[in-house]
Each structure stands twice: as C-alpha cells, then as structure tokens.
Nanobody, 114 residues
Framework: QVQLVESGGGLVQAGESLRLSCVAS????????MNWYRQAPGMGRVLVAQISPSGAPNYDLSVKGRFTISRDNAKNTLYLQMNSLKPEDTSVYYC????????WGQGIQVTVSS
C-alpha cells in the first residue's frame, strides 16, 4: 500500500544540476519527517538532508550550500535540488519517511562524471 516512488536521477557532468522527486502514496505524508539518504559504492547509507513536516531543513555538511530539500504536502511530494554536483556525490539516493521502521523508496542512481 505505502509507496515512495523516486524519479529525476541520471548521469551528469561535474558542476551540473539534478532535481530528485519522491511521490508518496498510502501514507499521511504531511505528518512525516522526510529524509534523503545516499549510499555510494562500497559505503554505508548516509543521511544527507532532512525536512520537518513544517518545512524546516537540515543538511549534512558535505551537501550544505549545494543541495536544497523541500516538500509540497498538497502533492505528497519530496524534492532534492542538487546543484554544483561533484563526482563524490555519485550514489544511489533513497527517499525515506522517518519512523520506527519507516518507509523507503526503491533508490535512484545519480552519477556525476568528472
């Protein structure tokens, strides 16, 4: 029933931008803290951005000033605007609805070439 469907990933060159989207269904989206995680090859899953139900954001230092997390509760959609992308941003990105177990998107590949 609960689904988080991600889109907007792909292959870009360093310095370019992408916007990820995550459309939620089957849940009370507006009540959840929402997160973007990423997992690079051979690495663990890392929280990179978080947004409260009211829209207050938090960022990992590695993306602060380059990425912007936002949400549109009327559309049940979470966004991650990624600017000035670097090769080290290459990862699978995951949308997450925070909870005891939470809900996860399927993951979407972002590849940044140098």
């Amino acid at each position: 029933q609960v689904q988080l469907v991600e889109s907007g990933g792909g292959l870009v060159q360093a310095g370019e931008s992408l916007r990820l989207s995550c459309v939620a269904s089957g849940m009370l989206f507006s009540r959840y803290i929402m997160n973007w995680y990423r997992q690079a090859p051979g690495m663990g899953r890392v929280l990179v951005a978080q947004i409260s139900p009211s829209g207050a954001p938090n960022y990992d230092l590695s993306v602060k000033g380059r990425f912007t997390i936002s949400r549109d509760n009327a559309k049940n959609t979470l966004y991650l605007q990624m600017n000035s992308l670097k090769p080290e941003d290459t990862s699978v990105y995951y949308c997450n609805a925070q909870g005891q177990t939470g809900y996860w998107g399927q993951g979407i590949q972002v590849t940044v070439s140098s």
